[in-house]
């Protein structure tokens, strides 16, 4: 009886701790875990003895020392080089954003690449009123036009490269592209500039459409300054960015008749007193006088084929020296241009008297802002002179011009949006006098 109720008790106390044990198994795996809550660190447990596997399963692997890291195969190495993720193709960026007339920008995270979206539009209203004397012209004509309508693209890639792309609407052309790289160990202080883009040679044309004073360039920029061209440009910054120079390389202005077989060579000086702003115009009324001195050099090699015989014989230099004064919304720029085409002819059909042709020009434009930042006056007078002694000019008498204008601007939203007129003669010098052409215009320039 005795023992009966000693086995009845083992086997009541043995179901009671399997009953427990499937209880706790029931209740872990119905009860949620939560995923972020850090595991207790458990005390070390007690090693136990090992048990014998179940029929049909392996038998657990003891686990290594905690002090003797896991053992790592060649295989493991070979998987896991494999498995190194692939060049980052695609950056995160920044969301853009809108500069009133400057254009919406976009950059990466990293600030290494970026993209400005921006354009200029320019409406105009052009009444000429031409001498009487003029052959082959009405005396009045007034039109319509659009002298600019430009799509901008710029930015940085690479961290040190900058980069324009300039589309003409108007003409269906990329009008001027380039491509800056600019090293960063050399803090900004060189540059080199490849594509096709202005000569840095004119002052006034360097000067963005969008920020000049008046319609137009003056007739002595538009007689000697250098047009866009392909080529290369070397910029050099010393004294902290106050001295600038440029030398650069190009393929050359042709002749309209005949091709140019060499090359042009452009240098330009340039010293800042306090920086003078980019556009003409004291805007801003700047409270210290702004000064600038600037001088060009070109020379364009083998341009004209006088001789008939298909040997480029003739170079073509010319020269400036600018300057402009920004001084509590007064504005005054100065230039001065020189030209001289070198006949080397030595025999063959022309003309044996063929000699140098030298000309010069110059223009004087001051401009003052009677309302602060919003209304401008300006005056200009600029000359073109050919020399005296210059075959082609003396067969028709002319080439010596003269212009002088008046004009304003009132500016609604400081060079973004601005509306411009001016009303000028110009006096032209021909065989039997001189012509005086009257013209009035008037410009609407939106830049976003």
Known sequence: MKERFCVFVLAFIAALLLATAGAAVVSAQDEPVAPDAPATPEPPATPEPPQEAPEG????????????????????VEEAEEEKPAPVTSLPCDDGEYLCGKGFFWKTEDGEHSLRLGGRFQFTWILDNYDIHRPTRLENNAEFGIPRAYLFLSGKTFKEFNYTLNYRIDNGVFDDWKLTWIPAKHNGKLELGMGKF??????????????????????ADSAFRLNRDNGINF?????????????????????????????????????????????????????????????????????????????????????????TLYYQGLNVI?????????????????????????????????SYFVIPSKFEFVVRMSYVEPDTDDTRARKGGSGWKHEARVGFGYFINGHSLKLQGDIGVIREREAHGSLDDGEIRLQLTVNF
């Open 57 to 76: 399963e392996e038998p657990p692997e003891a686990p290594e020392a905690p002090d003797e890291p896991p053992a790592i195969t060649e295989e493991e």
């Open 198 to 219: 202005k000569p840095s040679f004119s002052r006034e044309f360097l000067t963005s459409s969008g920020g000049i004073s008046l319609v137009g360039n003056s007739i």
């Open 235 to 323: 910029r050099g910054k010393l004294m902290e960015g106050k001295f600038k120079a440029d030398l650069g390389f190009f393929n050359g202005m042709a002749d309209a008749s005949t091709d140019n077989t060499g090359f042009m060579t452009c240098l330009r000086l340039q010293y800042d007193i306090n920086k003078p702003p980019a556009t003409q115009g004291d805007l801003v009324k700047s409270e210290k006088p702004g000064i600038s001195f600037g001088f060009a050099y070109a020379l364009e090699n083998d341009v004209y084929d006088f001789d008939g015989n298909n040997i480029y014989d003739d170079n073509t230099s010319r020269w400036t020296f600018d300057w």
């Open 334 to 366: 100065g230039s001065y241009f020189a030209k001289t085409e070198q006949n080397q002819k030595t025999s063959g059909p022309g003309d044996p008297l063929e000699k140098n042709r030298n000309s010069q020009g110059y223009s004087l434009q001051g």
